[in-house]
Structure formats: structure tokens, C-alpha cells
């Protein structure tokens, strides 16, 4: 049997989970453990003390905690409502497993005392082994396990290059229904400056390009059945069966017969029930007259999930990194959208290029675009056709002109 330890220090709560050799035990394992916490705890929690930041601490594995998978499954809970914001946390070495462990040391210190005869006896030796009720976990065996690795594959970007960092943030981007998840992170818990996309103090990694049906669940990822010879080896040796009570025994001659019989518990029809706030229904930001919106972005899917073109955009004036008329971008109205590329009637300028000097459309020249050479749309300029200088110094620095 393995076990998994949780403990809740808002509500002084501890949990202690079990499992046979069903299923391997990483990132799908842990996921489906927190997703049982949180739904079980949801169940018993009015809405209006429901915290709206979650802090998660973890051990540095990336096998288990520190990957795209649970990253993305806390993604969802924020994208959906559950919570606002997500922190995971590896504490600095030597003091990461103060309190965690020493919940596993008194079951290792009363397990080799008395040892356990089934996963049946759990509960009885919880009594015994954690005198005080205040720090005794609960036990429950875990009948299911969701393969959260494959189904969220589907619906997140890539991720790399975050192995050595210990501290991640996640957020919605907007208060809105819209919005997508946004990733942060930081060498350690102890700094105070959160990295985002293009360094500190940028905008955070989009996490997601479309969001799965949270009406159904993942795929279940299917028991194997136990080792059947070391079962039988079990069984076999009387010094062991001579000191088992009648429902032990029982337990491990149904065990023998079918290895998966105690895994009566069906999976939730259901993923997640659309949490009751943090998500305000609103319509996309609006700039004043006189601010420019600037965007920029060195990845080019992570610029796509921001500021992607769709057939609604047609008629937006956008800039985009192509070379045109002595300037090194051009600046155009969008009239056309295909698949990856859009089409637009560029503007250009009447003798030598100036910034003060208004820009007028050349109908009669048309640029096909592709989508990742879009640096900006739907531009508010200062005055009515005049393009600002400090577009052209922004643009500069982040082309490194």
C-alpha cells in the first residue's frame, strides 16, 4: 500500500490517502488526489468562506508536483472559478518537509510497533498511533485515478525551461469569462519579483489555447490488477494468515480472487461545478482616446492566445512586423482573414517618413500577413490618423532597431 499526505493549514485539516499498484504514481495521481480534496471540501463549504487564493506547497519533484500537468489542472480551477489566484510553492532546502513529515513519522514510528494487517485496519490504528485527535489524519483509499496528463495535453501550450524555478503564480489575465490563465514564476519563494514572459514585470506565459468541457470528465486511467503470485505467496505463509482476524482475511481472499473488488466508488459524473465568483462577466478592456495599446511578445504562440485574429478584428488597424515603404513595419487595416494569414490595405506616408505627418491608406496595395507578425491591433491613436512618437520608439526597443 502507498500513501499520500496532504494537510490543509487553513482548516487544520489532514488527510492521509491510499492505493494499491492500480496505477503509476505521478502527476495524474497527485491531480486526482487535490481534486478530491477540493470537491470534497467544496461539498461542506459555503460559498462566502471560500478563500479566493489557493498557496500550495509541494515537494521539488517534477515527476509528481512541479510539471505542465499540475499547472494546468490548477489553471483550470482559476479559469473556472474555483479560485483567483494559485501559488505553488518548493520551500528552500531544509525546510520543506517540517510538518508533512512529521505526520509520516508517527505512522512509521507505530507501524513497526504493531504493523498493519489490511488497508481495512487503517482507521483503528489512526486511533492508536495519533493520540491526539487535533494532528490524527483521516484515511481514505483512493478508487479512481483521472488521467489528467493526457486530456489536458490537448488544451495547453508548451511549456519548458522552468525545472530549476521554485515558485509558480497563476491568475486570470481579466476578471472575465473570456479570459485565459496566466503564468508566473520565481526562483524561490524568498524573492520578491515575479518573472513573466519576457522577464520581470512582464505579462505572465498564457497557459492555455482552448479550454476543455468541464460538463464531462478526463479519460480514467484503467486499474491494473495486482501481482497475483505475490498474493498467493501471502496467503501461503501461515505466519502471516495465523495472525490475521476473520475480516482481514476475507479481505485479502476476495483480493485474490479479483484484485480491483473494493474499487466500488464510480468517478464523478462531472469535472468541475462552475465556482460562484471571481468570475465577473464583462466586456474586454477599453483604453482612453489618448493611450496606446501595445502589446509585444518574443513567443510567437503566446502572442496568438493574446492578441489572435479573428474575423470579428476586420476594419482593426494593427502593426505588424513587415517591412514597408523605408519603415520597418507596416501599419494597415485588416479587410480579410484566412486560416493563418490576414490581408490588409497598408498606409503609408506622403514624402519622407514623419511621425507628426498623418498616414493615408493606399487601396490599390495589398500585404497577406501572417498572424505571428502581429505586433498590435485595434490601435487607439492620439489624434485621428497620426501615428505617436512613442510608437516608434516602443516598437524600436523591442525589435532592437
Given at each position: 500500500?502507498?500513501?499520500?499526505?496532504?494537510?490543509?493549514?487553513?482548516?487544520?485539516?489532514?488527510?492521509?490517502?491510499?492505493?494499491?499498484?492500480?496505477?503509476?504514481?505521478?502527476?495524474?495521481?497527485?491531480?486526482?488526489?487535490?481534486?478530491?480534496?477540493?470537491?470534497?471540501?467544496?461539498?461542506?463549504?459555503?460559498?462566502?468562506e471560500w478563500p479566493h487564493t489557493l498557496f500550495l506547497q509541494v515537494d521539488n519533484c517534477w515527476k509528481e508536483n512541479k510539471n505542465t500537468t499540475?499547472?494546468?489542472?490548477?489553471?483550470?480551477?482559476?479559469?473556472?472559478?474555483?479560485?483567483?489566484?494559485?501559488?505553488?510553492?518548493?520551500?528552500?532546502?531544509?525546510?520543506?518537509?517540517?510538518?508533512?513529515?512529521?505526520?509520516?513519522?508517527?505512522?512509521?514510528?507505530?507501524?513497526?510497533?504493531?504493523?498493519?494487517?489490511?488497508?481495512?485496519?487503517?482507521?483503528?490504528?489512526?486511533?492508536?498511533?495519533?493520540?491526539?485527535?487535533?494532528?490524527?489524519?483521516?484515511?481514505?483509499?483512493?478508487?479512481?485515478?483521472?488521467?489528467?496528463?493526457?486530456?489536458?495535453?490537448?488544451?495547453?501550450?508548451?511549456?519548458?525551461?522552468?525545472?530549476?524555478?521554485?515558485?509558480?503564480?497563476?491568475?486570470?489575465?481579466?476578471?472575465?469569462?473570456?479570459?485565459?490563465?496566466?503564468?508566473?514564476?520565481?526562483?524561490?519563494?524568498?524573492?520578491?519579483?515575479?518573472?513573466?514572459?519576457?522577464?520581470?514585470?512582464?505579462?505572465?506565459?498564457?497557459?492555455?489555447?482552448?479550454?476543455?468541457?468541464?460538463?464531462?470528465?478526463?479519460?480514467?486511467?484503467?486499474?491494473?490488477?495486482?501481482?497475483?503470485?505475490?498474493?498467493?505467496?501471502?496467503?501461503?505463509?501461515?505466519?502471516?494468515?495465523?495472525?490475521?482476524?476473520?475480516?482481514?482475511?476475507?479481505?485479502?481472499?476476495?483480493?485474490?480472487?479479483?484484485?480491483?473488488?473494493?474499487?466500488?466508488?464510480?468517478?464523478?459524473?462531472?469535472?468541475?461545478?462552475?465556482?460562484?465568483?471571481?468570475?465577473?462577466?464583462?466586456?474586454?478592456?477599453?483604453?482612453?482616446?489618448?493611450?496606446?495599446?501595445?502589446?509585444?511578445?518574443?513567443?510567437?504562440?503566446?502572442?496568438?492566445?493574446?492578441?489572435?485574429?479573428?474575423?470579428?478584428?476586420?476594419?482593426?488597424?494593427?502593426?505588424?512586423?513587415?517591412?514597408?515603404?523605408?519603415?520597418?513595419?507596416?501599419?494597415?487595416r485588416i479587410f480579410k482573414v484566412e486560416e493563418l494569414i490576414f490581408s490588409c490595405h497598408p498606409f503609408s506616408q506622403r514624402g519622407q517618413l514623419?511621425?507628426?505627418?498623418?498616414?493615408?491608406?493606399?487601396?490599390?496595395?495589398?500585404?497577406?500577413?501572417?498572424?505571428?507578425?502581429?505586433?498590435?491591433?485595434?490601435?487607439?491613436?492620439?489624434?485621428?490618423?497620426?501615428?505617436?512618437?512613442?510608437?516608434?520608439?516602443?516598437?524600436?526597443?523591442?525589435?532592437?532597431?
Open positions: 500500500m502507498h500513501i499520500h499526505g496532504l494537510i490543509n493549514h487553513g482548516l487544520h485539516q489532514r488527510v492521509l490517502y491510499g492505493s494499491l499498484d492500480h496505477w503509476p504514481h505521478g502527476a495524474d495521481y497527485v491531480c486526482t488526489i487535490l481534486h478530491d480534496y477540493f470537491s470534497t471540501l467544496r461539498q461542506s463549504t459555503p460559498p462566502d499540475v499547472l494546468r489542472y490548477m489553471g483550470l480551477l482559476i479559469k473556472f472559478g474555483w479560485f483567483k489566484n494559485v501559488h505553488i510553492n518548493s520551500l528552500p532546502v531544509g525546510h520543506t518537509h517540517e510538518d508533512i513529515d512529521q505526520m509520516f513519522s508517527t505512522w512509521n514510528v507505530h507501524y513497526w510497533m504493531t504493523g498493519l494487517q489490511s488497508p481495512i485496519a487503517v482507521p483503528s490504528f489512526l486511533e492508536w498511533a495519533y493520540a491526539d485527535p487535533q494532528y490524527r489524519p483521516s484515511f481514505k483509499m483512493l478508487h479512481y485515478c483521472f488521467n489528467f496528463k493526457q486530456w489536458l495535453k490537448e488544451y495547453g501550450v508548451f511549456l519548458s525551461g522552468h525545472s530549476s524555478f521554485r515558485s509558480f503564480k497563476m491568475h486570470l489575465d481579466q476578471l472575465q469569462h473570456s479570459s485565459n490563465v496566466a503564468l508566473l514564476y520565481k526562483e524561490c519563494s524568498l524573492q520578491q519579483d515575479w518573472i513573466g514572459l519576457n522577464g520581470i514585470n512582464s505579462p505572465g506565459i498564457i497557459l492555455f489555447h482552448s479550454f476543455p468541457d468541464i460538463t464531462q470528465i478526463p479519460p480514467l486511467i484503467a486499474p491494473q490488477e495486482l501481482n497475483q503470485d505475490l498474493l498467493e505467496t501471502l496467503l501461503g505463509t501461515t505466519s502471516i494468515t495465523n495472525h490475521l482476524d476473520e475480516d482481514n482475511m476475507e479481505w485479502y481472499l476476495q483480493l485474490l480472487g479479483n484484485s480491483t473488488f473494493y474499487l466500488t466508488n464510480v468517478a464523478p459524473s462531472h469535472l468541475l461545478i462552475i465556482g460562484p465568483h471571481y468570475l465577473v462577466p464583462a466586456q474586454p478592456p477599453t483604453f482612453p482616446s489618448h493611450v496606446n495599446h501595445f502589446i509585444s511578445t518574443d513567443t510567437v504562440q503566446q502572442h496568438l492566445l493574446r492578441f489572435g485574429i479573428v474575423e470579428s478584428d476586420i476594419d482593426s488597424i494593427i502593426i505588424a512586423d513587415v517591412p514597408f515603404a523605408n519603415f520597418p513595419f507596416s501599419i494597415g514623419n511621425f507628426g505627418d498623418p498616414w493615408i491608406e493606399i487601396p490599390s496595395l495589398v500585404l497577406s500577413i501572417s498572424k505571428d507578425k502581429v505586433i498590435a491591433k485595434r490601435i487607439d491613436f492620439t489624434q485621428k490618423n497620426i501615428l505617436k512618437r512613442k510608437w516608434q520608439t516602443l516598437l524600436k526597443l523591442h525589435f532592437n532597431l
